[in-house]
């Protein structure tokens, strides 16, 4: 029943993603969280499990990403670099944070993510910007310092993150921070597993086929099924207006959310 779950997970994430152009980790993460616990993990291991694995999810989903987002000439590679390696040294710094903290206390901060994300694909309207890409080198700093520190606090591939922060202190073109958000995660999602990898080597209590906090089972099982249908999804957006199931997805991740910080078994709903 677990495996089913993963593969219906995997083919989700992956269908949404390349229709509606958004990361899947608000749903990867929290099913993992539940399939894991339902096992018999403790709920701090399998938050940090959950995150771990996601990033190594990601990590192949990037390289695919960035290469379609090449072939439209809208990644700055050299941006997209120096971003990508700062980024990723300060993953560890996320992860190391996450290795300490309550299990609880990271349920809380991820669904408060959740939330946010919903809430800004809700009121998102593109931005239009005038000239050319800012190249202060200070702001690419500290820029790469955020990405990469919530990149291992929370396990995502932060492009909810970084496209909004990219457009307005970079002054990028919308065009331009997608396609370079998503060569930045390639560094960041690699960072951040590698993290994960490394913090949870010889922790008692993780699932099987684990190497630190990264289940390599759930990985195949998640990659194998979001990876081609990505694909399907990108095909559809094609087909059909998306606007609906952009609804639909933001109402998922607020219950996601919500679920993950305990709103409802606070108000005793049994949902």
């Not at 096992?39 to 399998?46: H, K, L, T, V």
């Not at 190497?211 to 095909?235: E, K």
């Not at 207006?241 to 609804?247: A, E, G, T």
């Not at 993950?260 to 078994?265: C, D």
Request: aromatic share 10%.
């Amino acid at each position: 029943m677990f495996i089913i779950a993963l593969l219906l997970t995997g083919a989700l994430v992956g269908t949404v993603s390349g229709l509606l152009g958004v990361g899947g980790c608000f749903i990867m993460i929290p099913v993992q969280f539940w399939i894991l616990t339902a096992m018999g993990i403790d709920p701090s291991i399998a938050i940090r499990v959950a995150f771990g694995t996601n990033l190594l999810v990601v990590f192949p989903t990037a390289i695919s990403g960035s290469l379609r987002h090449h072939k439209k000439e809208v990644v700055l590679w050299r941006q997209a670099t120096t971003l990508g390696l700062i980024s990723m040294v300060f993953t560890f710094a996320g992860a190391y944070v996450a290795s300490i903290l309550s299990g609880s206390i990271l349920k809380v901060i991820f669904g408060l993510a959740i939330l946010l994300g919903a809430l800004r694909m809700a009121t998102a309207h593109p931005i239009r910007v005038q000239g050319e890409p800012h190249a202060n080198p200070v702001t690419y700093v500290l820029l790469g310092i955020i990405f990469g520190f919530v990149t291992g606090l929370i396990g995502i591939g932060g492009g909810v993150l970084m496209v909004p922060l990219m457009v307005i202190f970079l002054n990028y073109h919308m065009h331009e921070a997608v396609g370079t958000s998503t060569a930045i995660m390639i560094f960041t999602s690699l960072g951040g597993a590698i993290a994960y990898m490394f913090y949870g080597l010889n922790v008692s209590g993780l699932p099987p086929y684990s190497i630190g906090y990264i289940n390599l089972l759930q990985w195949v099982l998640l990659a194998g099924t979001s990876t081609p249908m990505a694909q399907f999804g990108a095909h559809l957006a094609h087909k059909i207006n998306p606007k609906s199931l952009k609804w639909i997805f933001i109402i998922v991740m607020i219950y996601m959310g919500l679920k993950m910080i305990g709103i409802f078994s606070w108000l005793h709903l049994p949902i």
